[in-house]
């Protein structure tokens, strides 16, 4: 029997089916949440095309005062993972999940983390030897609590991306494989740019090592690169530190004649641009911290940013 459909239209039959077959791959990509943007970009490395991300807190947004909207309900309640970073740093999140009636997989990507604590006293502003020393985690009840911004030492960010791809291969058992692939290949970037950022600052004095920051959140960066960092804010955003506190900082910084100074991407430049102009210090580029820039900036992905700021704070600190 003689096919009835003309090459033509064997050929249109063929290209139909085509784009039929590739809509309906990307319908199925998995379609995951992650609480902000520097989370999103991971997962989006780990789980290539075969997920789908959303953000909840974009770009050059603060995850401190984020405040959750209907639409993400909706979004979420869609969602097959939820990938959340923990200790703490979310604590807007589990409200929104109840208020969706989220049903999927989570996934808390710095599980394992050796966390620190925040130390009790405001401002980290001219700690005793006694207080430093309590800085990394130990269970001591005189802490003020965790501190959540573990994705700053790039070590710990291999346990998040491990983490994010066992949960992707639990929930897609077809795609695990695709997963532990494309962890492996970012680890080894991990660990190049480790290698680099630790080679950044080896010309550095180590009593010359000493950055101001709008608030508290390079602690894990601060223990691995061996630099002190010192903060009007402590580790949120939406906390303000007391006049007194301010002025001991100012002190500082002259007596210890401190010129590495830098604003936040999702900080208020207020408050650290005065306390500047009052010390008679030159306030430095933005530094990225709790969020990444726009794709259009420099720092649009975790590598990016990391590279970023390890290279404008050895800048700054060259200049101490």
Not at 53 to 80: C, I, Q, R, Y
Not at 84 to 107: H, I, M, R, T
Not at 283 to 305: I, W
Request: contains cysteine.
């Amino acid at each position: 029997m003689k096919n009835p459909l003309s090459p033509s239209r064997q050929t249109w039959l063929a290209l139909a089916l085509c784009l039929a077959s590739a809509s309906s791959m990307a319908q199925e990509k998995l379609p995951v949440v992650a609480s902000f943007s520097i989370l999103g970009d991971l997962v989006r490395v780990v789980g290539g095309d075969r997920v789908s991300v959303h953000n909840l807190v974009g770009p050059d947004e603060d995850a401190h005062v984020f405040e959750p909207k209907p639409s993400d309900a909706k979004t979420l309640l869609a969602a097959k993972l939820l990938v959340s970073n923990g200790l703490d740093f979310e604590p807007w999140l589990g409200k929104l999940s109840v208020a969706a009636g989220y049903k999927g997989q989570s996934v808390v990507a710095s599980q394992g983390v050796k966390w620190r604590s925040m130390a009790a006293e405001p401002a980290n502003v001219e700690p005793n030897h006694a207080s430093k020393e309590k800085a990394d985690h130990a269970g001591h009840e005189d802490h003020a609590g965790k501190d959540p911004h573990a994705w700053q030492d790039p070590q710990n960010v291999i346990l998040y991306v491990n983490n994010i791809a066992k949960a992707l291969a639990k929930i897609d058992p077809a795609g695990a494989i695709v997963y532990q692939k494309n962890s492996a290949a970012y680890v080894a970037e991990l660990q190049s740019l480790d290698a680099w950022g630790q080679q950044q600052f080896t010309a550095i004095a180590s009593d010359k090592r000493k950055v101001i920051t709008s608030h508290d959140a390079f602690g894990y960066f601060a223990a691995h690169y061996k630099i002190r960092f010192l903060a009007p804010q402590g580790m949120s955003t939406g906390t303000e530190p007391s006049a007194k506190q301010v002025a001991q900082l100012i002190r500082q910084i002259q007596r210890e004649k401190i010129r590495a100074v830098f604003l936040e991407n999702m900080s208020n430049t207020k408050l650290l641009t005065q306390l500047s102009k009052d010390a008679g210090v030159k306030v430095g580029p933005v530094l990225y911290v709790d969020a990444l820039s726009a794709p259009s900036g420099p720092a649009p992905d975790y590598l990016r940013m990391m590279r970023y700021n390890i290279t404008e704070l050895a800048r700054g600190l060259a200049l101490n």
